[in-house]
């Protein structure tokens, strides 16, 4: 994947999920029989992966929270998939 591609997806992302501002993603190519939608040319999965603040009756508890993207070798994003 191109850096500057990559670069705007990961700007794009940041700004939709603030609380990842500062995380790189992993970057993993993807085989066809991965992707379930027709897209020409390779995928890329991106990976995002972050903590978030929760308090609870026992004190303060760290979760951890992940975006997944696929994203075109051109950098339009297919499909976005967070945790809780």
Same mark, same amino acid.
């Given at each position: 994947m191109e850096p500057n591609v990559l670069k705007s997806v990961v700007t794009r992302i940041h700004r939709r999920f603030p609380e990842f501002a500062g995380c790189q993603p992993?970057?993993?190519l993807?085989?066809? +029989?991965?992707?379930?939608?027709?897209?020409?040319?390779?995928t890329?999965?991106?990976t995002f992966? +972050?903590?978030a603040k929760a308090f609870t009756s026992s004190g303060?508890?760290?979760l951890p929270r992940w975006v997944r993207v696929v994203v075109t070798d051109n950098g339009k994003i297919l499909?976005?998939?967070t945790s809780r």
């Open positions: 992993k970057v993993r993807q085989n066809a +029989s991965q992707v379930k939608t027709v897209a020409v040319g390779p890329y999965l991106l992966q +972050s903590t303060r508890v760290d499909k976005v998939t």
